[in-house]
């Protein structure tokens, strides 16, 4: 069954996961595209990540978790402190934690790529904001 879950900020669509260790993955709206926890636990997070293209995140950095990305589709522009990679599927990096990063879909295809989050907390809050092409506030 699928439900839809609406809050002030950003809308989520909360669909029914099997033999997961939580029963719901719950998908959330951004302006650049969307991201949906697949699965998550005791130091790690696991995410579907969708860019839409010609779009990007914004430049940041986390404290708390380092995050490893692998390229499902599409084609993905990757900062990484000083050095710049352009990744296509089945390609992946590694972002250590307190280094600034972005993540762009320079392609006419929709990226998705599968995000795992290794640290001590992983609450959206972890994010320190650089640059922001959707002027949201730090």
Same mark, same amino acid.
Request: negative net charge; hydrophobic residues 30%.
């Given at each position: 069954?699928?439900?839809?879950?609406?809050?002030? !900020?950003?809308?989520?669509?909360? #669909? +029914? #996961?099997?033999?997961?260790?939580? @029963?719901?993955?719950?998908?959330?709206?951004? %302006?650049?595209?969307?991201? @949906?926890?697949?699965?998550?636990?005791? =130091?790690?997070?696991?995410?579907?990540?969708?860019?839409?293209?010609?779009?990007?995140? *914004? #430049?940041?950095?986390?404290?708390?978790?380092?995050?490893?990305?692998?390229?499902? *589709?599409? @084609?993905?522009?990757?900062?990484? =402190? $000083?050095?710049?990679?352009?990744?296509?599927?089945?390609?992946?990096? /590694?972002? %250590? !934690?307190? @280094? %600034?990063?972005?993540?762009?879909? +320079? =392609?006419?295809? %929709?990226?998705? #790529?599968?995000?795992? !989050?290794?640290?001590? /907390?992983?609450?959206? $809050? $972890?994010?320190?904001?650089?640059?922001? $092409?959707?002027?949201?506030?730090?």
């Amino acid at each position: 069954m699928l439900q839809s879950q609406e809050t002030h !900020q950003s809308p989520s669509l909360t #669909l +029914p #996961l099997n033999g997961s260790q939580n @029963t719901v993955a719950a998908t959330e709206l951004r %302006p650049w595209g969307s991201f @949906t926890i697949l699965e998550e636990g005791r =130091g790690y997070k696991i995410k579907r990540i969708e860019v839409k293209s010609g779009h990007r995140l *914004s #430049l940041q950095m986390h404290h708390h978790r380092s995050e490893h990305w692998i390229v499902v *589709s599409g @084609t993905a522009k990757v900062v990484c =402190g $000083d050095q710049e990679h352009v990744l296509s599927s089945n390609q992946s990096t /590694y972002v %250590p !934690q307190c @280094t %600034p990063h972005r993540l762009e879909n +320079p =392609g006419v295809i %929709p990226l998705v #790529l599968i995000e795992v !989050q290794n640290g001590e /907390y992983l609450g959206e $809050d $972890d994010i320190v904001r650089f640059q922001d $092409d959707y002027a949201r506030a730090q």
